[in-house]
């Protein structure tokens, strides 16, 4: 694996240990590679300790390479289909799975400008608009669910009508006033909302 001067060899296993022995005297011309017997590694405590020790005679060149291997070969199995475990777990699964999951319905928050509102007024004063977001699954009533029935039997077919709760606000919060860009007095009514309900 690696272009130094050091050579690496696995750890003899029981089976070949006496072809080891015969072949290691015909290759004494080459430097020995370290060796650690399975005993050796257990005398050493947890594995946290062996690979530091392991590490520590390895030059900075040396683990860059390994690591650069080690991250080749996890790629070469995954684009051919391997079902391996990453080597770095993935930050954005558990944030996704915590997006996926539905939230209730609530009131909620968030500053803009009057302009940004859609009202038609051109105005850089900020307002807080409250909104209502959130599913309505826990709110469902029988209502609802003799409604879908019928939708799919096709019972109720041209009526624009909705089978399931929304989100929605219950109560509106004090009218808005503001000064628009020439200086005019507005007041605008129901715009954020003050209470939020599944209906």
């Given amino acids: 694996m ?16 006496s072809s080891s022995s015969s072949s290691s005297s015909s290759s004494s011309s080459l430097p020995a590679a370290p060796r650690r017997s399975p ?15 392991l590490l520590e005679s390895y030059t900075e060149a040396e683990i860059r390479q390994l690591l650069w291997a080690l991250v080749e070969r996890y790629r070469q199995a ?35 400008s009057v302009s940004e509102l ?23 009533r029988s209502y ?23 989100c929605r606000p219950l109560a509106y919060d004090d009218d808005v006033s503001f000064l628009d860009a020439y200086n005019r007095y507005y007041t605008v009514n129901e715009l954020s909302a003050k209470e939020c309900g599944c209906v």
């Fill in 78 to 112: 995954m684009n051919s289909g391997g079902h391996e475990l990453p080597l770095f777990p993935r930050v954005g699964s558990r944030r996704k799975r915590a997006r996926a999951r539905p939230k209730p319905c609530e009131l909620r928050q968030l500053e803009v």
């Fill in 144 to 166: 609802d669910l003799s409604l879908k029935s019928m939708r799919s039997r096709r019972r109720i077919r041209k009526e624009k009508i909705r089978a399931r709760p929304c």
């Fill in 39 to 53: 005993r050796a590694l257990q005398r050493h405590g947890s594995l946290l300790a062996q690979y530091s020790a």
């Fill in 118 to 140: 859609g009202l038609g007024y051109e105005s850089d004063e900020t307002v807080l608009f409250r909104y209502c977001s959130g599913t309505c699954e826990a709110a469902v």
């Fill in 2 to 17: 690696f272009g130094g001067s050091r050579e690496f060899s696995p750890l003899p296993s029981s089976r070949d240990s």
